[in-house]
Protein backbone atom coordinates (compact mmCIF):
# COMPACT_ATOMS: atom_id res chain seq x y z
CA UNK A 1 0.00 0.00 0.00
CA UNK A 2 2.95 2.49 0.85
CA UNK A 3 4.46 1.30 -2.40
CA UNK A 4 0.81 2.80 -4.28
CA UNK A 5 0.87 6.10 -2.18
CA UNK A 6 4.58 6.99 -3.35
CA UNK A 7 3.57 5.80 -6.94
CA UNK A 8 0.53 8.17 -7.19
CA UNK A 9 2.13 10.96 -5.26
CA UNK A 10 4.86 10.67 -7.66
CA UNK A 11 2.86 10.66 -11.04
CA UNK A 12 1.03 13.46 -9.39
CA UNK A 13 3.96 15.98 -9.11
CA UNK A 14 4.96 14.41 -12.32
CA UNK A 15 1.77 15.30 -14.39
CA UNK A 16 1.57 19.15 -11.92
CA UNK A 17 4.93 19.65 -13.67
CA UNK A 18 4.48 18.74 -16.96
CA UNK A 19 2.45 21.33 -18.51
CA UNK A 20 4.53 24.27 -16.95
CA UNK A 21 7.43 22.81 -18.53
CA UNK A 22 5.54 21.74 -21.72
CA UNK A 23 4.85 25.09 -22.05
CA UNK A 24 8.20 27.00 -21.38
CA UNK A 25 9.57 24.28 -24.03
CA UNK A 26 7.09 24.95 -26.60
CA UNK A 27 7.37 28.64 -26.73
CA UNK A 28 11.03 28.74 -27.13
CA UNK A 29 11.07 25.58 -29.26
CA UNK A 30 13.21 26.12 -32.74
CA UNK A 31 11.70 24.88 -35.81
CA UNK A 32 14.16 21.91 -36.01
CA UNK A 33 13.07 20.76 -32.29
CA UNK A 34 9.83 20.98 -33.44
CA UNK A 35 10.31 18.73 -36.58
CA UNK A 36 12.08 16.35 -34.44
CA UNK A 37 9.42 16.47 -31.79
CA UNK A 38 7.00 16.00 -34.44
CA UNK A 39 8.79 13.00 -35.88
CA UNK A 40 9.32 10.86 -32.45
CA UNK A 41 5.35 11.71 -32.44
CA UNK A 42 4.37 10.38 -35.88
CA UNK A 43 6.60 6.96 -34.88
CA UNK A 44 4.95 6.65 -31.90
CA UNK A 45 1.72 4.99 -33.36
CA UNK A 46 0.12 4.03 -30.60
CA UNK A 47 -0.76 6.05 -26.81
CA UNK A 48 -2.77 5.58 -24.43
CA UNK A 49 -5.55 8.13 -23.09
CA UNK A 50 -6.75 6.81 -19.63
CA UNK A 51 -10.09 8.58 -19.15
CA UNK A 52 -10.97 7.12 -15.41
CA UNK A 53 -13.69 8.87 -13.45
CA UNK A 54 -16.39 8.67 -10.83
CA UNK A 55 -18.61 7.02 -13.99
CA UNK A 56 -16.31 4.22 -13.39
CA UNK A 57 -18.17 3.35 -9.97
CA UNK A 58 -21.06 2.14 -12.32
CA UNK A 59 -19.83 1.15 -15.32
CA UNK A 60 -22.01 4.28 -17.06
CA UNK A 61 -20.69 5.21 -20.34
CA UNK A 62 -18.16 8.10 -19.41
CA UNK A 63 -18.77 11.53 -17.92
CA UNK A 64 -21.09 12.32 -20.90
CA UNK A 65 -23.97 10.05 -19.69
CA UNK A 66 -25.75 12.52 -17.70
CA UNK A 67 -25.62 15.30 -20.57
CA UNK A 68 -27.14 12.31 -22.90
CA UNK A 69 -29.93 12.11 -20.72
CA UNK A 70 -28.74 8.11 -19.85
CA UNK A 71 -28.48 9.19 -15.91
CA UNK A 72 -30.12 12.42 -14.23
CA UNK A 73 -27.24 14.71 -13.15
CA UNK A 74 -27.89 14.41 -9.26
CA UNK A 75 -27.78 10.16 -10.03
CA UNK A 76 -24.43 10.61 -12.28
CA UNK A 77 -22.86 13.16 -9.13
CA UNK A 78 -24.05 9.86 -6.06
CA UNK A 79 -21.40 8.24 -7.75
CA UNK A 80 -18.41 10.77 -6.18
CA UNK A 81 -19.29 8.66 -2.84
CA UNK A 82 -18.41 5.22 -4.40
CA UNK A 83 -15.34 6.47 -6.23
CA UNK A 84 -12.37 5.25 -4.19
CA UNK A 85 -10.05 4.70 -6.10
CA UNK A 86 -9.37 1.11 -3.44
CA UNK A 87 -8.34 -0.95 -6.07
CA UNK A 88 -5.68 1.54 -7.59
CA UNK A 89 -2.90 -0.11 -8.99
CA UNK A 90 -0.50 1.76 -11.00
CA UNK A 91 2.19 -0.91 -11.33
CA UNK A 92 -0.41 -3.23 -13.21
CA UNK A 93 -1.56 0.32 -15.35
CA UNK A 94 2.05 0.48 -16.39
CA UNK A 95 2.73 -2.62 -16.97
CA UNK A 96 0.32 -3.67 -19.14
CA UNK A 97 0.57 0.14 -21.41
CA UNK A 98 3.96 -0.78 -21.78
CA UNK A 99 2.89 -4.80 -22.55
CA UNK A 100 0.38 -3.20 -25.28
CA UNK A 101 3.86 -1.45 -27.48
CA UNK A 102 2.53 1.89 -25.98
CA UNK A 103 5.21 4.65 -26.46
CA UNK A 104 3.19 7.85 -24.34
CA UNK A 105 0.35 8.05 -21.97
CA UNK A 106 -1.84 10.82 -20.97
CA UNK A 107 -4.18 10.69 -18.29
CA UNK A 108 -7.29 12.78 -18.00
CA UNK A 109 -6.78 14.43 -14.17
CA UNK A 110 -10.10 16.38 -14.47
CA UNK A 111 -13.02 15.65 -16.80
CA UNK A 112 -16.05 18.44 -17.91
CA UNK A 113 -18.17 16.79 -15.14
CA UNK A 114 -16.20 18.83 -12.70
CA UNK A 115 -14.23 16.41 -10.58
CA UNK A 116 -10.89 16.06 -10.45
CA UNK A 117 -8.35 12.85 -9.70
CA UNK A 118 -7.35 14.71 -6.80
CA UNK A 119 -8.32 17.48 -4.23
CA UNK A 120 -7.16 21.01 -5.44
CA UNK A 121 -6.74 23.86 -4.22
CA UNK A 122 -9.03 26.12 -6.58
CA UNK A 123 -11.51 25.46 -9.19
CA UNK A 124 -13.78 22.97 -6.91
CA UNK A 125 -17.06 22.15 -9.14
CA UNK A 126 -20.41 23.32 -7.99
CA UNK A 127 -23.01 20.70 -7.85
CA UNK A 128 -25.37 22.56 -8.83
CA UNK A 129 -24.90 22.96 -12.31
CA UNK A 130 -23.74 20.38 -14.68
CA UNK A 131 -20.48 22.75 -16.62
CA UNK A 132 -20.09 25.67 -13.59
Known sequence: ?????????FLSLLIAASPLRAQDTLQNETVEQKDK?????????????IHWGIYSVRGVSESWSFFNNYLPYDEYMEQEKG????????????????????????IT??????????????????????FG
Not at 1 to 9: H, I, Q, T, Y
Not at 87 to 105: F, H, M, N, Q, R
Not at 111 to 118: E, K, N, R, T
Request: charged letters at 30%; aromatic letters at 14%; one cysteine or more.
Open 37 to 49: RMEWFSQAKLGIF
Open 83 to 106: FTASKYDPKAWVDLIKESGAKYTV
Open 109 to 130: TKHHDGVALWDMEFQRYCRSAP
Open 1 to 9: MKKNRLSLA
